[in-house]
């Protein structure tokens, strides 16, 4: 199964939990592409049989900048071809941020909604206030998403 993931990052944790999650669906027989300065023809060009969007949260919840051209296209576009993928998200923040906390990554699962991606597990959110590893915080949902995709 080739899976896309799609990340956002200010300060570059969310693309460390990225390439992370890339290493294991790779080491678990599966085809992860990973470019965070991706564009809809790459992601579409790669032909995703599912995707995982990894995203820090910046400003007031918004997605980090480099993720925001892609976003804005796949809002534009709606690629009916990721109706039905399964789909899942990390969303990285900060706890302290109250309201806004891993609003990037909600606002990815919005748009996977918006899609028809099928949402195969909770979003995890990672806390940059209680983790020093997030990429090590985050095998233990990765191995649940490696299940998830294998059915």
Same mark, same amino acid.
């Given at each position: 199964?080739?899976?896309?993931?799609?990340? *956002?990052?200010?300060?570059?944790?969310?693309?460390?939990?990225?390439?992370?999650?890339?290493?294991?669906?790779?080491?678990?027989?599966?085809?992860?592409?990973?470019?965070?300065?991706?564009?809809?023809?790459?992601?579409?060009?790669?032909?995703?049989?599912?995707?995982?969007?990894?995203?820090?949260?910046?400003?007031?919840?918004?997605?980090?900048?480099?993720?925001?051209?892609?976003?804005?296209?796949?809002?534009?576009?709606?690629?009916?071809?990721?109706?039905?993928?399964? *789909?899942?998200?990390?969303?990285?923040?900060?706890?302290?941020?109250?309201?806004?906390?891993?609003? *990037?990554?909600?606002?990815?699962?919005?748009?996977?909604?918006?899609?028809?991606?099928?949402?195969?597990?909770?979003?995890?959110?990672?806390?940059?206030?209680?983790?020093?590893?997030?990429?090590?915080?985050?095998?233990?949902?990765?191995?649940?998403?490696?299940?998830?995709?294998?059915?």
């Amino acid at each position: 199964m080739k899976v896309a993931i799609l990340s *956002g990052s200010v300060y570059g944790t969310a693309e460390e939990v990225a390439r992370h999650a890339a290493k294991i669906l790779n080491a678990a027989g599966f085809e992860a592409w990973h470019n965070p300065r991706a564009t809809l023809a790459e992601v579409q060009a790669f032909a995703p049989q599912a995707l995982l969007a990894v995203t820090s949260t910046t400003g007031m919840g918004e997605l980090p900048d480099n993720l925001q051209p892609l976003y804005s296209s796949i809002r534009d576009q709606l690629p009916a071809a990721w109706r039905g993928l399964p *789909g899942a998200v990390i969303g990285l923040g900060d706890a302290s941020y109250g309201d806004t906390f891993c609003g *990037g990554g909600e606002l990815m699962r919005e748009l996977f909604a918006e899609l028809g991606v099928q949402e195969v597990l909770p979003m995890l959110r990672l806390d940059a206030s209680e983790s020093v590893t997030p990429e090590a915080d985050a095998e233990p949902w990765l191995a649940e998403l490696v299940s998830a995709l294998r059915g």
